[in-house]
Nanobody, 121 residues
Framework: VQLQASGGGLVQAGDSLRLSCIASGRTFISYTMGWFRQAPGKEREFVAAVSNWSGNTNHADSVKGRFTISRDNSKNAVYLQMNSLKPEDTAVYYC???????????????WGQGTLVTVSS
């Protein structure tokens, strides 16, 4: 699976952004898809995940109520709608695919190249 993330940019606090990730291959629906982020000097952290088939979701506490992950299996796409952005959301955001339900980086086998989100105060 190859993943291509896009949609990052420079925004002000309180603004919204939608990240997109397009996957290659015909088995997209069989993968759990996740979004992770890595701020400068920090470890990569889990943001959100959406399961295969059922579409169940899980969001990190730090983004719950502000970010929403979704997927469109007909387009091999996963999205991250980010509302009420804060300066602490500034990071490189990565999409990733896992053969199993997972919320940790080590369980994801495929990674996109990342897209930078910068939130100014």
């Amino acid at each position: 699976v190859q993943l291509q993330a896009s949609g990052g940019g420079l925004v002000q606090a309180g603004d919204s952004l939608r990240l997109s990730c397009i996957a290659s291959g015909r088995t997209f629906i069989s993968y759990t898809m996740g979004w992770f982020r890595q701020a400068p000097g920090k470890e990569r952290e889990f943001v959100a995940a959406v399961s295969n088939w059922s579409g169940n979701t899980n969001h990190a506490d730090s983004v719950k109520g502000r970010f929403t992950i979704s997927r469109d299996n007909s387009k091999n796409a996963v999205y991250l709608q980010m509302n009420s952005l804060k300066p602490e959301d500034t990071a490189v955001y990565y999409c990733a695919a896992s053969a199993n339900w997972a919320v940790t980086t080590s369980r994801y086998n495929y990674w996109g190249q990342g897209t930078l989100v910068t939130v100014s105060s």
